[in-house]
C-alpha cells in the first residue's frame, strides 16, 4: 500500500512498481464480463442466443465506461504533471473538479442511456431472438452507471499518487464480490439473464465505496475537497482525456460495426451463430487488451512526472522498460491464442459446433497481437505527457484501417474472413506508430530538458 517514489532514479523498479500492480487489476476487472457472460453461456435452453445478447450490449456498456477514462485518464497525466512541477495545491484542485465533473457526467450518461437504450440494442445488431435478454440485461446494468464510472474514473487518482497496489485492490473488491454474487443470482435465485447484471452492479458499488473512501479520506497526499471546478482546469482535462474517449469510443463503433456486419451478411441463424462466437471471442481479447492497457497506462503516470519535471532521460528509460514488459505479455497471449483458446471457449460453451467457429476465428483475429505491444506503448506514452495530438491521430489511423476492412471484407470475401480485419489494422497501424515516434516523438522528448 506504500506510494511509489515518483522522483525515483530506480526506473525499472518505478516501472514494474506501478506497471505490474496496474497489470493485473485491469486482468482482474476483465473477470466483471468474462464472468457474467461464463455463466450466462451455461444457462440451460437459453444460455448461447442469452450469450449473443449480452454480447451486443458490450460496445454500449464500454462505450459508457469511456466517459470514465475522459475524466481519469485526462485528469491523471495533467496530475502527475503538476506534481513533477511541484505545485502539489493546483494538483489537488484538479482532482477535486474531476469529482466533480465525474459525477455530472455520470447521472447524465445514465439518463441518456436509458432513453436511447433500445434503439440502440437494436442498430447495434441485436435480431428479433437476441433482443429480449440484451434488453432485460442493459435495463439492469445502466441502473449501476454512476458507481461504475465513479470507481473507474476516480481510480486513476489513486494511481496518479503512485498507490498502484490500493488502485488494484479496488478492482479486486468488486471482481471477487462479482465472482460470489454472479451464481448465487443468476442460478441459486433463478434470475437468469436479470441477475448477471444485478451481480454487476453490486459490485461497482462496492468498488466505487472502496475508491471514495480513500480519495476522501487522510491517507493520499491528494484528497478530494468538492467545490465549484475551474473553467481552466475543465477545460484542460476534457482536451487531453479526449483521446482516450475517442480511442474508447472508435474501438465500440469498430466492435457495433464487426456484429452489424455479421449480422447482414450471415444467413440466417448462422448470424446468430457467429454473434455468440464472436462474443467469446472479444471476451478473450479483453483478456489481452486490457491488461496490456495497465501495463502502459498504468506507468503513463512515471512519464508525466518526468515530462512535468524535464527528464527525457528517464522518459527514454521508462519507455524501454515499458516496451519490453508490453511485448512480453503480448508474445504470451499470442501463443495462447494459437494453442490453447479451446480450453478458454469451452468455459462460455460445450457445444462442438460453437467451439470450433469460435477456435477458428480467434485464431484469425489474433494475428497481430505481438504489434499491440508496441502500439500501446507509442499511444498511451504520448497521452501520458499531454501530447494528446499524436496520440490521437495515430490509433485514429489503425481504425480507419479497422473500419475500411470490416465493410469491404466481408462484402467480397464473406463474412467468414470479416476477423481478418483485427490482424490488418494492428499491423499497419503499427508500423506507422513506430515511424512517427522515431522522427517526431524523439524530437519533441529531447527538447523538454533543454
Known amino acids: 500500500m506504500m506510494t511509489n517514489k515518483l522522483d525515483s532514479d530506480d526506473i525499472k523498479g518505478l516501472v514494474f512498481g506501478l506497471a505490474i500492480p496496474s497489470m493485473t487489476a485491469q486482468f482482474v476487472s476483465v473477470l466483471y464480463s468474462i464472468v457474467d457472460r461464463m455463466y450466462i453461456g451455461n444457462i440451460a435452453d437459453i444460455g448461447e442466443t442469452a450469450l449473443a445478447g449480452v454480447g451486443v450490449c458490450g460496445p454500449i456498456v464500454t462505450m459508457?465506461?469511456?466517459f470514465a477514462s475522459l475524466i481519469g485518464i485526462g485528469g491523471g497525466p495533467f496530475v502527475s504533471i503538476k506534481l513533477g512541477e511541484k505545485k502539489e495545491k493546483e494538483a489537488q484542485k484538479i482532482l477535486s473538479d474531476c469529482f466533480v465533473i465525474l459525477f455530472v457526467i455520470s447521472v447524465a450518461v445514465m439518463a441518456l442511456a436509458f432513453v436511447l437504450k433500445d434503439e440502440l440494442l437494436l442498430r447495434f445488431g441485436a435480431s428479433e431472438r437476441v433482443f429480449p435478454y440484451a434488453d432485460e440485461y442493459m435495463t439492469w446494468y445502466l441502473t449501476g452507471t454512476v458507481f461504475a464510472l465513479l470507481s473507474t474514473g476516480m481510480n486513476q487518482f489513486i494511481i496518479c499518487q503512485g498507490y498502484s497496489k490500493t488502485g488494484m485492490l479496488s478492482v479486486l473488491i468488486g471482481a471477487a464480490l462479482n465472482i460470489i454474487l454472479d451464481p448465487i443470482f443468476i442460478f441459486t435465485l433463478g434470475m437468469k439473464v436479470k441477475g448477471a447484471a444485478i451481480a454487476t452492479v453490486i459490485s461497482q458499488l462496492a468498488s466505487c465505496i472502496f475508491v471514495l473512501s480513500f480519495l476522501f479520506g487522510k491517507r493520499p497526499m491528494l484528497r478530494i475537497r468538492p467545490s465549484l471546478p475551474s473553467s481552466k482546469n475543465i477545460r484542460r482535462v476534457l482536451k487531453l482525456g479526449l483521446t482516450p474517449f475517442l480511442i474508447i469510443a472508435f474501438d465500440n463503433v469498430m466492435l457495433i460495426s464487426l456484429n452489424a456486419m455479421i449480422t447482414k451478411y450471415g444467413e440466417g441463424g448462422g448470424g446468430d451463430m457467429l454473434l455468440a462466437a464472436n462474443t467469446i471471442l472479444q471476451s478473450f481479447m479483453l483478456i489481452i487488451t486490457m491488461p496490456l492497457g495497465g501495463i502502459t497506462g498504468g506507468t503513463q503516470t512515471i512519464l508525466g512526472y518526468n515530462f512535468g519535471a524535464g527528464r527525457p532521460?528517464?522518459?527514454?528509460?521508462?519507455q524501454?522498460?515499458?516496451?519490453?514488459?508490453?511485448?512480453?505479455f503480448c508474445m504470451v497471449m499470442f501463443v495462447i491464442a494459437r494453442f490453447?483458446?479451446?480450453?478458454f471457449?469451452?468455459?462460455?460453451?460445450r457445444d462442438r459446433e460453437?467451439?470450433?467457429?469460435?477456435?477458428?476465428?480467434?485464431r484469425l483475429y489474433t494475428l497481430g497481437v505481438p504489434f499491440l505491444a508496441l502500439q500501446y506503448t507509442i499511444v498511451d506514452g504520448f497521452t501520458?505527457?499531454?501530447?494528446?495530438?499524436?496520440?490521437f491521430l495515430l490509433s485514429a489511423w489503425r481504425k480507419v484501417i479497422y473500419f475500411a476492412c470490416v465493410f469491404i471484407i466481408p462484402a467480397i470475401f464473406g463474412v467468414s474472413h470479416i476477423f481478418y480485419c483485427e490482424p490488418l489494422s494492428d499491423i499497419m497501424g503499427t508500423g506507422v506508430s513506430v515511424a512517427v515516434y522515431l522522427t517526431l516523438g524523439r524530437k519533441l522528448l529531447s527538447r523538454i530538458g533543454s
Open 354 to 362: 460453437y467451439i470450433e467457429l469460435t477456435k477458428t476465428i480467434t
Open 64 to 66: 459508457i465506461s469511456a
Open 313 to 318: 532521460d528517464k522518459i527514454k528509460k521508462a
Open 320 to 328: 524501454k522498460y515499458i516496451a519490453g514488459l508490453s511485448l512480453v
Open 345 to 349: 471457449i469451452m468455459i462460455f460453451t
Open 340 to 343: 490453447f483458446s479451446e480450453y
Open 384 to 391: 501520458g505527457m499531454g501530447i494528446f495530438k499524436y496520440a
